[in-house]
Every structure is written in structure tokens, then in C-alpha cells.
């Protein structure tokens, strides 16, 4: 997996949902969202993560996401990973059995989620992923809100049992993190949270599955650059968007809403996409209020992240 670790790296980006009055997906928006992001350079695509809403999709919508964004990525040259979680073990094998068929670069998976999980149960449950998947690598979505959250032994035990497994999304951490991390480092492609890109890469993650994206994916892609010519630069801009986060999404999330619906929203502030911040049922997306702050505060603090179009409803 050497190689494809040294492919699954930089800024990559999400696939979001334009979700029409009622409640239905429009999936030709998918091939334009894709263009955008390969005209703004960024790495990769990936549809089906959270901010796709995939908890929130039939089966149907799922392929169809999952094939127009096969499409669009080819089309466009980007490489591509499809997301194949599901809240039951045995739909993560349906899905990921779909996604193996579209010849993504890499499949992504969450461990079972109902109840807590050992280490020993998420191996076997890794290990019949990999064995569905075929010759298609994962990538494990652990998030902070997972029932097993692992820390870097867990990591490091799933990369011994599982030479499938070619990379990981988390949350990062602090520098002590970053040391037990080591070994996972050297042998997987480790991302973190977009906000916190420059740091973590300096640290030695090897990039993002990028919410700095949905605001601005040129923008993502130019800070990445700052952060390989000019380290003190971009710890300079993750400093601003830390006070970006502070005054814009540190509240929505204090008032109960969901990361994904504030991801949409922030890209429906950045203007780059035709999209609104609406979300599949039975979740509500923000508000036009909520949007027009994430823009007045990306103004104030990291402008280079926002376009000055708006976008119409459909």
C-alpha cells in the first residue's frame, strides 16, 4: 500500500447534496460541484462520507451518488473514493460490494456503530470488508463521535491485521498525538479536519478530507501550497480560520447543529457551487441567516476563501 498512500494525500473534497424543494436529489449537479473542484486543483473526490448525507439515502440514491460521481471524476481527470457506510455491518457489505464495481481509488468504511466494539470484533469486521472489496484498498472514517474511537495503538493494530487498510480519516491531535502516531504514519495515509490542516501536515499527516473546501476549494488548495513553501505563513492562516471557526461555527455547533449541515452551508456562503444549505429528510439544513454569517465572518477573517456570488434557491 505504499504507493497508493503516497496517491491519498493533500486537499481533498466532498461530494454535497443539492437537494431540490422536494426533497429530491439533483444528481447532475454532481458533475458540475466535481468540475469546480478540478478547475480549483484540488487532489481528490470522494462522495458518501457524512457530508454526503449518505445516513440519509436509499440504496438507490446511493449508487445513483456513487456513479455520477464515478463519472464526473473521470471526466474531469480527479481520482475518486466512494464512502460505503452504513449503520448495519452487513449493508456495509452491500454497499461497498457497489462501490468496488466503480473502480474508485480507495472505498471508504466506519466501524459498526450500534454498540462498542473491541479491537479483535472491528478486525474481523475490517477483514471481510477488505475481502469484499477485492483489489480496491480502505480507508477507515473514524470520527470522535464513533462508538470505538481508537486511539494510535487501535490504529496501529488495524494496519498490522488488515494490509488492505490504506489510510484513515480522524481528528488529529496534539503533539504527543502526533509522536504515538509515528509507526500509523509511516505506514498509512493519516488525514485530519481541514481547519487544522497546516499543523497537522507540518506534524507529519499526509492531508485532508477537507471542510475548508466546502468554503473554498481554490483557497484549500492554495494554503496547502503555503504550507509546503512557507510554514510560518500558513500556520499564520490557520490562525485566522481558527478565529473564523470561533465566531461563525463554534455557535451552530453549540446550538445542536450537526458538522455535515454546517459544511453545506459553508459552502453555499463560499458561493462557488449552485447549492443551498437543505438536507435530505428528516434532517433540516440552516438557515439563509446562518449562511449569511459563515460569509460575513469568512469576509472578515479569510476573504481568500469566499466568492462574492450568491446562489439562487431551486
Same mark, same amino acid.
Given at each position: ?168 480519516? +480522524?481528528? =488529529?491531535?496534539? @503533539? %504527543?498525538?502526533? #509522536?504515538?502516531? *509515528?509507526?500509523?504514519?509511516? /505506514? ?94 428528516? +434532517?433540516? =439544513?440552516?438557515? @439563509? %441567516?446562518?449562511? #449569511?454569517?459563515? *460569509?460575513?465572518?469568512?469576509? /472578515? ?14
Amino acid at each position: 500500500m505504499a504507493g497508493l498512500r503516497a496517491e491519498i494525500r493533500g486537499v481533498w473534497a466532498t461530494v454535497l447534496l443539492r437537494v431540490r424543494k422536494d426533497g429530491s436529489i439533483d444528481f447532475d449537479a454532481i458533475s458540475e460541484q466535481v468540475a469546480a473542484y478540478a478547475a480549483a486543483g484540488i487532489d481528490g473526490v470522494y462522495c458518501n462520507g457524512t457530508a454526503t448525507e449518505f445516513h440519509c439515502q436509499n440504496d438507490a440514491e446511493f449508487e445513483a451518488v456513487s456513479r455520477a460521481t464515478a463519472s464526473a471524476a473521470r471526466a474531469a481527470g480527479l481520482p475518486f473514493q466512494i464512502g460505503a457506510a452504513h449503520p448495519l455491518p452487513q449493508g456495509t457489505l452491500a454497499r461497498i460490494a457497489f462501490a468496488a464495481t466503480l473502480e474508485p481509488v480507495a472505498i471508504q468504511v466506519t466501524l459498526p456503530d450500534w454498540t462498542p466494539i473491541d479491537g479483535a470484533t472491528a478486525i474481523r469486521f475490517l477483514a471481510r470488508c477488505a475481502g469484499i472489496a477485492g483489489d480496491v484498498p480502505l480507508v477507515l472514517y473514524n470520527p470522535p463521535h464513533a462508538r470505538a474511537a481508537l486511539h494510535p495503538a487501535g490504529f496501529a493494530l488495524l494496519a498490522d491485521s488488515v494490509p488492505q487498510l490504506a489510510g484513515i480519516k +480522524c481528528a =488529529g491531535g496534539d @503533539d %504527543a498525538w502526533y #509522536a504515538a502516531m *509515528a509507526p500509523v504514519l509511516a /505506514r498509512l495515509s493519516v488525514f485530519i479536519p481541514g481547519h487544522h490542516y497546516a499543523t497537522g501536515v507540518l506534524r507529519g499527516a499526509h492531508g485532508s478530507y477537507s471542510n475548508m473546501a466546502c468554503l473554498g476549494p481554490a483557497a484549500a488548495v492554495r494554503w496547502d501550497g503555503l504550507t509546503r513553501s512557507d510554514p510560518d505563513a500558513a500556520r499564520g492562516t490557520e490562525l485566522r480560520i481558527a478565529a473564523f471557526m470561533g465566531e461563525a461555527v463554534a455557535p451552530i455547533l453549540a446550538a445542536g447543529h450537526p458538522g455535515y449541515a454546517i459544511d453545506k452551508a459553508m459552502a453555499a456562503a463560499g458561493g462557488w457551487t449552485p447549492i443551498t444549505p437543505r438536507l435530505l429528510w428528516p +434532517c433540516e =439544513g440552516l438557515e @439563509d %441567516a446562518d449562511v #449569511a454569517r459563515i *460569509a460575513a465572518a469568512a469576509r /472578515r477573517h479569510i476573504p481568500e476563501f469566499i466568492g462574492a456570488r450568491t446562489v439562487a434557491d431551486a
